[in-house]
């Protein structure tokens, strides 16, 4: 299952700089956190989880494989991108294939960068490009409705059902407001889905600040913060200038540099798994003395589902699952302690997987 998110933003806000890092910490990190250059401008994450470790030395996991988000660079945005200004087509299609967006905002000011508007205002920029993007989804919606008409008039049913969904996508953004603002119905979903409007994918607001800011944020970080929770997007606050430090550095510099900072941790580690939440996603183990493993699915997946998330048979074959939840594992040090414990279950196909489960799945195949 690959999740793919989209990092956006106007020129000299750090965009780049927070990618450039994100991949060099990832290379660096390789014997934990696997990292791939897909293209130049794509690059495969893995998404922190000390609870992974704890499993591997508690099973004693030869090798360990963590879960990985995509992160995407998305380069041509500019004012007037709808209208092709700048790289502007690029970047809309490239935006329409991923599932989720982090935009970078500029939150420091410095003289010696300058700002494409000539001001520094996170909540302005912002604007931009959410400007940019409803006005190439209104412009979408005006030609996919003019082209369902033939459809209409024959009394087709799919054709009826993505008319009402895109005149209620429209009648939002006209009113100024982004699609993902919508409450789409479960019936509905995977039509919504498929309409793929750009204002739809959810946003990660990345406040990007200068170094003695990263900890705390500043007074602009802080009215992102109050932006987002109103759009209910998410945000994070990052200094682009410490992650590019960190990513030049081993494992031991890095946690003396981050001590000296008053940071717990990378702000990259925090980005990833502001991503991971956003996108309502989480986290089962396989574990064994081969590897620990973890696996991505979304919030709500039941057990057949999450072992086809392995292999196709496991989930057509799929007869039970031996369920240990993570605190039972460690607590039993162990499966077989945990069954000593009578912490293992055995669960059918109507069990919806919780976050940490230790999972095996038994399958005719």
Same mark, same amino acid.
Request: hydrophobic share 40%; with cysteine; charged share 25%.
């Given at each position: 299952?690959?999740?793919?998110?989209?990092i956006v933003g106007l020129p000299?806000v750090?965009?780049?700089?927070?990618?450039?890092?994100?991949? =060099?910490? #990832?290379a660096? *990190?390789?014997?934990?956190?696997?990292?791939?250059?897909i293209e130049?401008?794509v $690059?495969?994450? !893995?998404?922190?989880?000390a609870r992974?470790?704890m499993?591997a030395?508690i099973a004693?996991s030869k090798?360990?494989?963590?879960t990985?988000?995509?992160?995407?660079?998305?380069?041509?945005?500019?004012k007037?991108?709808s209208?092709?200004?700048?790289?502007?087509?690029?970047?809309l299609?490239?935006?329409?294939e991923?599932?989720a967006i982090?935009?970078v905002?500029?939150c420091?000011?410095?003289?010696?960068?300058?700002?494409?508007?000539?001001?520094?205002?996170?909540?302005?920029d912002?604007?931009?490009?959410?400007?940019?993007?409803?006005?190439?989804d209104m412009?979408?919606?005006?030609?996919?409705?003019?082209n369902?008409?033939r459809?209409l008039?024959?009394?087709? =049913?799919d #054709?009826?059902? *993505?008319?009402?969904?895109?005149?209620?996508?429209?009648a939002?953004?006209?009113? $100024?407001?982004p !699609?993902?603002?919508?409450?789409?119905?479960?019936?509905?979903?995977?039509a919504?889905?498929m309409?793929?409007?750009?204002?739809a994918?959810?946003?990660?607001?990345?406040c990007?600040?200068?170094e003695?800011?990263a900890a705390?944020?500043?007074?602009m970080?802080?009215?992102?913060?109050?932006?987002?929770?109103?759009?209910?997007?998410?945000?994070v606050?990052?200094?682009?200038?410490?992650?590019?430090?960190?990513?030049?550095l081993?494992?031991e510099?890095?946690?003396?540099f981050l001590a000296?900072?008053?940071?717990?941790e990378?702000?990259?580690?925090?980005l990833?798994?502001?991503g991971?939440?956003?996108l309502?996603l989480?986290?089962?183990?396989?574990v064994?003395? =081969?590897? #620990?493993?973890?696996?991505t699915?979304t919030?709500?997946?039941?057990?057949?589902?999450?072992?086809?998330?392995?292999?196709?048979?496991?989930?057509?074959?799929f007869?039970?699952?031996?369920?240990?939840a993570?605190?039972d594992?460690v607590?039993?040090?162990g499966?077989?302690?945990?069954?000593?414990?009578?912490k293992?279950?055995?669960?059918?196909?109507?069990?919806?997987?919780k976050?940490?489960?230790?999972?095996?799945?038994l399958?005719s195949?």
């Open positions: 299952m690959g999740f793919r998110m989209g000299n750090g965009k780049s700089t927070l990618f450039n890092a994100l991949t =060099k910490t #990832a660096a *990190q390789a014997a934990n956190f696997p990292f791939c250059t130049p401008n $690059g495969e994450v !893995a998404v922190p989880d992974l470790d499993l030395g004693g090798q360990i494989i963590p990985r988000i995509t992160f995407v660079d998305i380069a041509g945005l500019v007037g991108a209208k092709g200004e700048g790289l502007g087509n690029q970047f299609a490239t935006i329409r991923v599932d982090a935009h905002l500029r420091f000011e410095d003289g010696d960068i300058t700002h494409v508007e000539g001001r520094v205002d996170a909540l302005a912002a604007e931009v490009i959410e400007t940019e993007l409803m006005i190439a412009e979408s919606i005006e030609r996919r409705l003019a369902l008409a459809k008039k024959g009394g087709d =049913k #054709a009826a059902d *993505q008319q009402r969904l895109l005149q209620q996508a429209l939002a953004l006209e009113a $100024g407001l !699609a993902r603002t919508i409450t789409v119905s479960d019936d509905d979903r995977r919504w889905e309409l793929q409007l750009l204002t994918k959810p946003v990660l607001f990345v990007n600040v200068a003695d800011e705390n944020g500043n007074a970080s802080e009215k992102v913060r109050a932006m987002a929770e109103a759009q209910g997007a998410g945000h606050v990052i200094s682009a200038r410490i992650e590019e430090e960190i990513s030049q081993d494992a510099e890095s946690q003396m000296e900072m008053g940071l717990e990378p702000g990259l580690d925090r990833i798994r502001a991971y939440t956003l309502g989480q986290t089962y183990f396989t064994g003395p =081969k590897e #620990a493993r973890a696996w699915i919030k709500g997946t039941l057990a057949p589902q999450a072992a086809g998330v392995i292999h196709g048979d496991f989930e057509k074959g007869i039970r699952s031996e369920t240990i993570y605190d594992y607590a039993g040090k499966e077989a302690g945990a069954r000593e414990a009578g293992l279950r055995v669960e059918g196909k109507t069990y919806e997987v976050d940490g489960d230790v999972l095996h799945f399958f195949g």
